[in-house]
């Protein structure tokens, strides 16, 4: 069963953030900016968890909303597409996994974890010292984002 | 039915040479009694096999943590 | 244990349905019976069932094989064939049974005196043994393999030994345990003593970083005792050497209070905020509408569908599809091919809860939604963290008009104060890292090396002190099979040596007797028989060493048994013959040959003058070619049956020549 990962440099990009207690708190800042962005990579990771730990669990059905959301339109299908909609949703979700996602799934889910990371660190420019300053920069960095690029 | 008086010696010397306890020869030969009169319940094996593994004595190795 | 072969009965196989019966009008076996039975008959048939009937070896036959006993050109859908013995004078009769039309075999297993019919192949217990195939090949064989005994080619010796004394029960029994082992090991992860041992390292490893982290994590504690108790000396040495200025202290002290709240403050937002922005909906208001968009279109798409693999399936069976055509088999193995593109019902399960969240998240009727809330309370973090900035920056400037008031003293102590300040940021850290939770974390693959978290450690070890437990019992079992295997090797080795020894010095002993003027000895038994002066030996003599031995493997344990050869004189020499004649009765209680007329010359009368206990059997097949043998049947002695002739007699054994036999 496939893990989500973080990247090495992400880990070390968030290190002095006292507050962001688990890797899970950075993947998931770096996972939304990677979705919202359309923004993938492919960097050196660490596999963590397989997954979602309880701060999370509420918003995973959220999260999984997102990547098809993301997917959907890295392939260009149009949300009314169905066939095209039912086929790329079989290949992403799985039920039975502890993630609710396929091993493609996590996979496509670590990938816009590192595109995100790579946006936030060009965005902010510098290694944040504190969380309220990263917090701060981070909702700036996305509204910014999407004051400039028309998703819908 | 018994095994022949060859083997069971045989059988005797070859566990004292491995230093086993008696019951080690006891419990082959009881096997091997039920083998020579037809014995096949796999079940019937798997009870002779446990209770000669039970009865087979090996040393704690050397290197422990 | 006597063992005597009574006669058997065949009816509707291959062999000729006859009954030979061996026992005398008196009553008693005698010593020799030949039965004569020429090329075609089935003499081989009948030795093969013989033998599958007494040793229950039918049961593992294939269809194929089981047909094979079927009389060419005959409808009969059964067939069987009997075995008649003595057990120590007490009748037993083991019954073959063939149905050909299912392809079954079964047994009957008669023995009076233990109560009746067994229907399974089913001798007593006591006999067992001597019914098995490797054993039984020790007395119903053919005429080549008393001499093969002595080939080097060959390990029959050696094969005879094991059969005698069941040394491949023991093989049994190692073989069990092989393949116990290869199942319990299968299931496990590394089962080698090297698995083990690096699983031993590993937690050996993770012990000393525990140790290590343990120790350290005393220690900061200690220095942080140390630095807080240092930093508050520190600070009350400032404060009491800048009191002279009254009116700036007061501004610090206020100051430092007003600091203190406003950390305290931004702390407790900061992680509000956090608890917030883990909804991805409250980052922006167009995450949501984006996945708003998401969940209205699955709905205008019907996704997922309200199909399951049972609708599938209740599809198929019906003879019309639901799209209002014929539900062909081309359209069955359609719908088989692509039901799996359709989400199921657990695909639809996360789907459905997915739109239901996200229902749930932008429909809330509430004055603000999540992302306004959530930019409301980014802008009170903002302002508290101006507000700490702020503080902090009247405390600096407060502190440096202190310090400037004040000496060079004031100044050093603020230098060490600030530097013990970050050392205890420092150690902070360490500590958080320390005391971290392993919850989220223990599926991680740092190194051990880098592992800070004494609960990720604990956890760790947790978990490879039960592998090393799982593996334990395994490599443990593994050690035990293997000692085993050691007695097991080492017992068949000295029980097939003494055996050997005891073979070689009773053959030779029954060879003084049965070769007195014409003596050879065995030298040693090994894998075959090896005679001293082996070149020397003339067949005649390498036969009887043969026969010899094999009594004395069949006398062992005060048993006797009879011997059954098919063909004993049939590929050696007149003046051998004669030689084999002559020991033949000397061997055992029951003699049975199978011959053909060809066997006759230097052999059957030779036996006939050594041994006054004879019986001769003519058996042949009635078929075109015998016809002309009707005629010169004796008028007594006969028996008849459909399909062949039994002529009980000397006389008429004695004339069924060679002229007749080609004939047939």
């Known amino acids: 069963m496939a893990r989500f990962q973080l990247s090495n440099d992400a880990s070390k990009f968030f290190e002095n953030l006292q507050e962001l207690k688990t890797q899970f708190d950075i993947y998931y800042f770096c996972i939304v900016a990677g979705l919202t962005t359309g923004r993938a990579d492919e960097l050196p990771s660490q596999e963590f968890v397989d997954y979602f730990i309880d701060d999370y669990k509420p918003v995973k059905h959220l999260l999984i909303g997102l990547l098809i959301n993301a997917e959907l339109k890295r392939a260009g299908i149009a949300l009314n597409e169905k066939e095209a909609v039912r086929s790329k949703i079989k290949k992403l979700i799985d039920p039975s996994s502890s993630t609710l996602l396929t091993d493609a799934g996590v996979a496509r889910l670590n990938a816009y974890a590192d595109g995100g990371y790579l946006h936030i660190r060009e965005k902010l420019g510098i290694k944040p010292y504190s969380t309220p300053e990263f917090i701060v920069g981070y909702t700036e960095m996305m509204n910014f984002y999407f004051d400039n690029n028309k998703t819908l | ?65 | 244990m006597k063992i005597s072969l009574t006669g058997w009965e065949s009816e509707s196989l291959r062999s000729p349905d006859i009954k030979i019966d061996l026992v005398k009008a008196n009553g008693n076996l005698p010593k020799v019976a030949l039965i004569q039975m020429p090329n075609g008959t089935g003499k081989t048939t009948t030795l093969e069932l013989l033998s599958a009937t007494l040793n229950g070896s039918a049961e593992r036959w294939n269809e194929e094989k089981i047909l094979s006993f079927r009389r060419v050109g005959s409808e009969a859908s059964k067939g069987h064939f009997i075995v008649h013995l003595l057990i120590n004078d007490a009748p037993l009769s083991i019954q073959l049974a063939i149905n050909f039309e299912n392809s079954i075999v079964s047994y009957k297993t008669t023995y009076p005196s233990d109560g009746g019919v067994v229907s399974k192949w089913s001798p007593p217990p006591e006999i067992m043994k001597f019914l098995s195939e490797e054993f039984l090949k020790l007395f119903i064989f053919d005429g080549e393999f008393a001499a093969k005994l002595l080939d080097d080619a060959n390990e029959k010796a050696d094969h005879a030994i094991d059969a005698l004394c069941q040394l491949y029960l023991v093989d049994k029994i190692r073989n069990f345990a092989r393949n116990e082992w290869s199942k319990k090991s299968s299931n496990e992860g590394t089962k080698t003593e090297v698995g083990l041992k690096q699983k031993k390292s590993t937690r050996s490893k993770l012990l000393s970083q525990k140790s290590k982290i343990e120790k350290l994590r005393n220690k900061i504690s200690g220095d942080q005792i140390i630095l807080k108790k240092r930093v508050e000396e520190l600070d009350t040495k400032i404060s009491q050497k800048l009191s002279t200025n009254g009116s700036t202290k007061d501004r610090f002290e206020e100051a430092r209070i007003e600091l203190g709240k406003s950390t305290g403050e931004l702390k407790l937002l900061t992680s509000e905020v956090i608890q917030a922005i883990r909804n991805p909906i409250a980052l922006h208001s167009e995450i949501g509408s984006g996945l708003n968009l998401l969940k209205e279109n699955l709905d205008q798409l019907r996704l997922p569908e309200n199909t399951s693999s049972q609708f599938f399936e209740e599809l198929k069976k019906e003879k019309v599809c639901i799209c209002g055509r014929e539900m062909t088999e081309g359209a069955r193995t359609e719908i088989t091919n692509n039901a799996h593109q359709y989400l199921d019902s657990e695909d639809s399960g996360v789907l459905n809860a997915l739109k239901a969240d996200i229902g749930s998240y932008l429909e809330k009727d509430e004055d603000k939604d999540l992302h306004e809330k959530l930019s409301d309370e980014i802008g009170k973090l903002r302002l508290s963290r101006r507000k700490k900035k702020n503080a902090k920056s009247v405390v600096d400037a407060l502190e440096k008009k202190l310090t400037d008031q004040g000496d060079n003293q004031v100044k050093e102590w603020r230098e060490e104060l600030n530097m013990k300040l970050g050392i205890l940021q420092e150690t902070e850290s360490l500590l958080k890292s320390i005391d971290a939770p392993s919850k989220e974390e223990r599926n991680s693959n740092v190194v051990i090396e880098d592992l800070f978290s004494l609960e990720l450690i604990n956890s760790r070890l947790d978990h490879i002190n039960h592998e090393i437990s799982k593996i334990t019992k395994t490599v443990d079992l593994n050690r035990k099979i293997k000692v085993l295997e050691n007695i097991c090797e080492n017992a068949i080795a000295k029980a097939r040596n003494k055996i050997r020894l005891e073979l070689t010095e009773e053959s030779n002993t029954r060879l003084k007797t049965v070769l007195k003027n014409d003596p050879i000895t065995i030298e040693k038994i090994e894998k075959n028989i090896k005679l001293v002066a082996q070149k020397g030996a003339s067949v005649g003599q390498t036969l009887s060493v043969g026969y010899a031995f094999l009594m004395s493997v069949l006398n062992r344990g005060k048993n006797d048994f009879p011997l059954v050869v098919d063909s004993p004189a049939g590929s050696i020499e007149r003046v051998v013959r004669k030689e084999l004649a002559a020991l033949i009765p000397t061997l055992c209680h029951q003699f049975v040959g199978f011959t053909i007329n060809t066997e006759f010359d230097g052999f059957v009368p030779v036996l006939k003058e050594n041994s006054d206990d004879c019986i001769f059997l003519t058996l042949f097949r009635i078929t075109e070619g015998t016809k002309r043998l009707m005629p010169g049947l004796p008028s007594e002695g006969v028996v008849k049956t459909n399909n062949a002739v039994l002529v009980s007699g000397y006389e008429y054994f004695s004339s069924f020549d060679q002229e007749d036999e080609d004939g047939i």
């Open chain 2, 1 to 65: 039915m018994s095994i022949d008086a060859a083997l069971e010696k045989a059988l005797v010397e070859a566990v004292q040479d491995q230093h086993q306890p008696e019951n080690v020869s006891n419990r082959m030969l009881a096997w091997l009694t039920a083998l020579s009169v037809g014995e096949k319940n796999e079940s019937q094996m798997l009870e002779y096999f446990d209770v000669l593994m039970d009865s087979i004595v090996i040393e704690a190795p050397e290197n422990e943590d």
